[in-house]
């Protein structure tokens, strides 16, 4: 899809106000959020005084970087409602997330969290273009996780006609979509892909069939290549989204038509880029760690939350108008790099290698291993049914220019087998990209 459309904007006060003025929008903020922490949340407290810093010494974002850290080990350890700087009778919503390490985290949010996160989705929405006369598909799941609320908010804000379908039951999702003629869908990309496989699989041409003109994808790392290939399938733009519960769900950034970076809502957060091994602030453009200190939260504010997400930013003004900071996709989670025979590798470095050949399909699998005493990854990724049905010299010949072209990308040998078609389980939310048997 190329990128000549008409750009829309929710708030064009907000989000195309100039530099400098939104640099004094911030100050402002942070040193109110500050105060407020400072006053409310006594571990934080404690932090701020070990560290011999009052709140009377942050005068603006240039003193962002004198404050200590936050973890999600704090939300952990003060779990559940230790870092909550509102009382409890002014939570309105508990949301949460599983988190990749198991134990579970939730975040309380005020009436006033829930406004600014349905203003940031309503944002999200209309610059992937959403107009009160559009039908919004969500199948994102409605839960604890954020996804499916956060559409719907943003969505409904807009005046929308929403149709809050939750995650799952494939089928009925695109009989839906093509007998509503629903134009937007709100999932993960991984699920997007699915439902365009499976719109194929069923007969229905997208382009004649369906009125889906784009779509809101987030809430797991995908590649540059996987949003041309989910185009492709849906007949669709493909925006990107991103967001986390501990700051507000999904929201808190996201690509418009333009599909260069994702504009991050810098009058309700500040972002910063630190050097993850020494907590040092980086420059705009140097790829570390994504932190966030929220300027407008009252159920549980954050401040410098580290996200584990690896980024840059960039300050450049965008063609569509906004002047807001913007992201570049998410390569990875910190925690997430396998290391293997000590080079690092991130699952998206093999997936855009995959999502780039013909006759696999973008479904795979890392199986890592350790076997006498060295580290082993195989990669097992679907073929096609053509290729499926394809001759054996042919198939090897697509497995090794993979197994080549991996090798080119991380720069270590992996095992890579074609697997049957539809053999990979598939996520309806979040994929599960790697099986880790070291760590089980
Ligand atoms: O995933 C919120 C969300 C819902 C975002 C729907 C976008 C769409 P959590 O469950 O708390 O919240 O997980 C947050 O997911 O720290 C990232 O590691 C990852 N993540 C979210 N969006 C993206 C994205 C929601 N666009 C964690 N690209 C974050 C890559 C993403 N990773």
Redesign the pocket.
């Known amino acids: 899809m190329g990128n000549d459309r008409e750009h829309r904007i929710f708030n064009p006060r907000m989000e195309c106000m100039s530099r400098d003025e939104r640099a004094q929008l911030q100050s402002e903020r942070l040193v109110q959020t500050v105060r407020y922490e400072y006053d409310h949340v006594p571990v934080y407290r404690a932090r701020m005084d070990a560290k011999c810093i009052r709140p009377e010494d942050i005068h603006g974002i240039e003193d962002l970087k004198y404050l200590p850290f936050m973890e999600k080990t704090d939300l952990r350890d003060q779990w559940p409602f230790g870092l909550l700087a509102a009382p409890k009778r002014d939570i309105v919503r508990i949301?949460?997330?599983?988190?990749?390490t198991g134990h579970p985290?939730v975040s309380g949010y005020t009436r006033n969290d829930v406004d600014v996160w349905s203003e940031m989705m309503a944002r999200t929405l209309t610059a992937a273009g959403c107009t009160p006369d559009d039908i919004v598909q969500v199948a994102?799941g409605f839960g604890l996780?954020?996804?499916g609320f956060?559409?719907y908010q943003g969505a409904d804000k807009i005046g929308a006609m929403v149709l809050p379908m939750s995650s799952g039951n494939t089928q009925r999702q695109i009989l839906m979509m093509k007998d509503l003629g629903v134009t937007m869908l709100?999932c993960?990309?991984s699920y997007a892909a699915y439902l365009g496989e499976t719109v194929r699989d069923m007969g229905l041409d997208p382009n004649v069939d369906l009125k889906l003109k784009a779509g809101?994808?987030?809430?797991?790392?995908?590649t540059e290549e996987m949003r041309v290939h989910i185009e492709e399938l849906l007949g669709i733009d493909a925006c990107?989204?991103?967001?986390?519960?501990?700051i507000a769900?999904?929201?808190?950034?996201f690509a418009c038509l333009e599909k260069d970076g994702?504009h991050i809502n810098e009058d309700h957060v500040i972002a910063e880029i630190i050097n993850p091994a020494t907590g040092e602030p980086l420059p705009y453009g140097e790829s570390g760690e994504l932190v966030f200190t929220t300027i407008t939260k009252t159920g549980m504010p954050m401040l410098r939350y580290r996200?584990?997400?690896i980024c840059s930013l960039n300050p450049e003004p965008c063609a569509c108008g906004r002047t807001t900071v913007r992201m570049t996709?998410?390569t990875g989670?910190t925690d997430?790099m396998l290391i293997i025979r000590g080079v690092n590798v991130f699952p998206s470095q093999i997936e855009s290698v995959l999502v780039g050949i013909k006759g696999v399909a973008p479904h795979y699998m890392l199986v890592v291993d350790r076997v006498n005493s060295s580290d082993t990854m195989e990669v097992q990724v679907e073929m096609t049914e053509e290729m499926f049905s394809d001759t054996i010299s042919h198939i090897e010949q697509v497995r090794k220019n993979i197994t080549d072209q991996i090798k080119s990308v991380v720069g270590i040998a992996t095992n890579v087998k074609l697997v049957a078609p539809k053999s990979i389980p598939r996520s309806e939310g979040?994929a599960k990209r790697v099986i880790d048997h070291r760590k089980l």
């Open positions: 949301q949460g997330s599983s988190g990749t985290i994102y996780f954020t996804g956060g559409a709100c993960t990309p809101c994808f987030g809430a797991e790392p995908w990107d989204i991103y967001g986390l519960t501990e769900g999904p929201g808190v950034s994702m996200t584990h997400d996709r998410i989670r997430d979040k």
